[in-house]
Every structure is written in C-alpha cells, then in structure tokens.
C-alpha cells in the first residue's frame, strides 16, 4: 500500500508538471506570434520582447499593422497616421503578457514602476482585480483606454526630451568608452 502511494504520488506530481509546462508554453506561444512578427518596436526599437509587459499591436482598416513596444509609441504612430483608422488596438496585460483589446483593459496610469518610454508609466491589465492589486503595491490611478492615450499625448514633449537625454548619456559613454580604448 506504501509502495502504491509513492508511486501514485510520483505520477500526480509528474503529470502536474506536464500541465504547468504545457500551460506555460501555451502562454510563451501565445504571445510570441506577434513578438516573432515584429521583434522591435516601429518607432524606437525596442525589443518587444524584452517588453512583453508593455507592448501594443494596432490593426488599421487597410489590414497594415503597427507593433510597438508602449502605449508612447502607439500614441506617435496614431499621431503620425491620423488617416488611417485602427481596426484594433491591442495592448499586453502586465501581469500575463498576453495581449488584449486596450480600449477594454483597466489602465493605471502612474505609481512606482518605471513606465516604458515614459516617466508617467501607463499599465494595461485584463481584470480589474488585478489592476487594484497593482495599484495597491505600487500606487498609481485607475484609467480608462481614452484617459491613458490622453495622459500619453499630455507627456509627449516631457517623455520625448527625456528619452533624448538618455539617448545622449548612453552614446557620451558609449563614445567616451570607445575613446579610452583607443589610448591604450
């Protein structure tokens, strides 16, 4: 009868791990089509998938689409394309990666995490249970889709001079690196 358990409790736990693996390369599957389709982001080239977290799809009407890895980028590209009408705008749900409608996801704007190409983050989330747990460990507001593209065109100027100042210390470092090397 002991011999029986071990044996039963080994098969549970085996077959607990193939579903968990299974479930897991679901999800990686899942979200990796349009990872794999656009490895980086149109306007600033992120690697969108080390920003799952974050990133966004639009489909236009004429059947082009736009990836980008945040809500900044889509918010330049919308702004950039004012003629063409988005069929769909996808976002990742943070806590899942797995995209979904942004205009039905529950947006925190602000809180303590570092925003994607932004000093005032914007997350999207699938359920509003979960946005209320972000918010509650790292601050921040509930939003809506308009409220969050609306506050990502007021950070614009703010984001866009922030990024360029970033761009200009990696590429100081970067030549300065370059130059000392050169000396030796």
């Known amino acids: 009868m ?3 358990r071990k044996l039963f409790c080994l098969a549970l736990s085996l077959t607990m791990t193939i579903v968990v ?9 899942s979200h990796g089509k349009d990872v794999s389709a656009h490895k980086s982001c149109r ?4 690697d969108r998938e080390k920003f799952a977290h974050s ?9 082009t689409t736009v990836a980008t890895c945040s809500l900044h980028c889509v918010a330049v590209d919308l702004a950039n ?3 063409k009408a988005p069929k769909s705008i996808m976002v990742a749900d ?6 979904i409608d942004a205009e039905k996801a529950y947006w925190v704007i602000g809180g303590s995490k570092q925003g994607v190409m932004t000093r005032n983050a914007k997350w999207a989330f699938a359920a ?12 921040g507001r509930q939003a809506s889709f308009d409220e969050a593209i609306k506050s990502a065109y007021e950070d614009m100027y703010s984001d866009t001079k922030m990024i360029r100042d970033k761009r200009k210390q990696m590429k100081m470092k970067r030549d ?3 130059k000392g090397s050169d000396m030796k």
Request: contains cysteine; negative net charge; charged residues 25%.
């Open 2 to 4: 002991r011999q029986f």
């Open 21 to 29: 693996f299974t479930a897991g390369v679901g999800a990686a599957s």
């Open 43 to 46: 306007y600033c080239g992120m």
């Open 55 to 63: 990133r966004m799809l639009i489909e236009f009407e004429d059947g």
């Open 81 to 83: 394309n004012i003629d």
């Open 94 to 99: 943070y806590s899942t990666r797995q995209l």
């Open 128 to 139: 509003k249970d979960a946005a209320e747990a972000f918010i509650k460990e790292n601050g």
């Open 176 to 178: 300065g690196h370059a």
